[in-house]
T-cell receptor, first 116, second 117 residues
Framework: EAGVVQSPRYKIIEKKQPVAFWCNPI?????LYWYRQNLGQGPELLIR????????DSQLPKDRFSAERLKGVDSTLKIQPAELGDSAVYLC??????????????FGQGTRLTVV | GQQLNQSPQSMFIQEGEDVSMNCTSS?????WLWYKQEPGEGPVLLIA?????ELTSNGRLTAQFGITRKDSFLNISASIPSDVGIYFC?????????????????FGPGTSLSVIP
C-alpha cells in the first residue's frame, strides 16, 4: 500500500514568489494534515481537514498561506508571496479520522522549501 | 501555547548501550505518541499510549504513559547504528480536547540520538 505522497521533495524560490506543495494521502484516510517543521524543531500543525472541510486552521497564516482539498482526497498548500522565514520542511500527514478513535497520523517525506 | 519539553536534547552513545529519554508537560495529556525521524524523511510512529500507567513495547523500544498524565518515557535497549535519528514525543492535550472537541496533536522539540559503532 502506498504511503502519503508529497511533491516536490525540494523547492528553492526567491522571496516574494509563489510556491505550491501537493499531497496525496493514504487511500481511505479521511483526515489530512499540513505541518511545518523548522530546523531543529518538531512539526507544528498548520491546517487539518476532515474530508474536504478545514476543521482546524487556527495556525495557518492566512495573509499568505492557503490550502484546499476540493474533493476530499489530495490537497494543495500554497504560499504567496513567500518570505525568507518560510524556509522549512512542509509535511503532509493523513489518518483514518471519521470519528474513529485513536487513529494516528502517517507522514509523507515532506517538501523542503528554501526561500532566498 | 501548550509546550512539550524533551530531555536530553541530544545523546551520543556507544552501540549496545541502553537509552532513556523523556517528555514532560505542565498540563495533562490524554495521549502520548513517540515518533522517529531520519534525515530527509517524515516522522514514523513508534509507539502510541492511551492510558495513564500504560507500558507498551515495540521490539527493543518501550514507552510508558506517566501516572500523572504529564509525562512519558521512551527506552531503547541494546542500541544499534540504525537507531540514529530524532525522537519526537507528541500528545493530545486534555484541555485542547475539552475546549474544541477536536483532535489536536502537538509535538515536542525532539531528542537527537547518535550511536557510535
Amino acid at each position: 500500500e502506498a504511503g502519503v505522497v508529497q511533491s516536490p521533495r525540494y523547492k528553492i524560490i526567491e522571496k516574494k514568489q509563489p510556491v505550491a506543495f501537493w499531497c496525496n494521502p493514504i487511500s481511505g484516510h479521511n483526515t489530512l494534515y499540513w505541518y511545518r517543521q523548522n530546523l531543529g524543531q518538531g512539526p507544528e500543525l498548520l491546517i487539518r481537514y476532515e474530508n474536504e472541510e478545514a476543521v482546524d486552521d487556527s495556525q495557518l497564516p492566512k495573509d499568505r498561506f492557503s490550502a484546499e482539498r476540493l474533493k476530499g482526497v489530495d490537497s494543495t498548500l500554497k504560499i504567496q508571496p513567500a518570505e525568507l522565514g518560510d524556509s522549512a520542511v512542509y509535511l503532509c500527514a493523513s489518518s483514518l479520522g471519521g470519528g474513529t478513535l485513536n487513529t494516528e497520523a502517517f507522514f509523507g517525506q515532506g517538501t523542503r522549501l528554501t526561500v532566498v | 501555547g501548550q509546550q512539550l519539553n524533551q530531555s536530553p536534547q541530544s545523546m551520543f552513545i556507544q552501540e549496545g548501550e541502553d537509552v532513556s529519554m523523556n517528555c514532560t508537560s505542565s498540563s495533562i495529556f490524554n495521549t502520548w505518541l513517540w515518533y522517529k525521524q531520519e534525515p530527509g524523511e517524515g516522522p514514523v510512529l513508534l509507539i502510541a499510549l492511551y492510558k495513564a500507567g500504560e507500558l507498551t513495547s515495540n521490539g527493543r523500544l518501550t514507552a510508558q504513559f506517566g501516572i500523572t498524565r504529564k509525562d512519558s518515557f521512551l527506552n531503547i535497549s541494546a542500541s544499534i547504528p540504525s537507531d540514529v535519528g530524532i525522537y519526537f514525543c507528541a500528545g493530545r492535550p486534555h484541555w485542547e480536547i475539552m475546549k474544541t472537541s477536536y483532535d489536536k496533536v502537538i509535538f515536542g522539540p525532539g531528542t537527537s540520538l547518535s550511536v557510535i559503532p
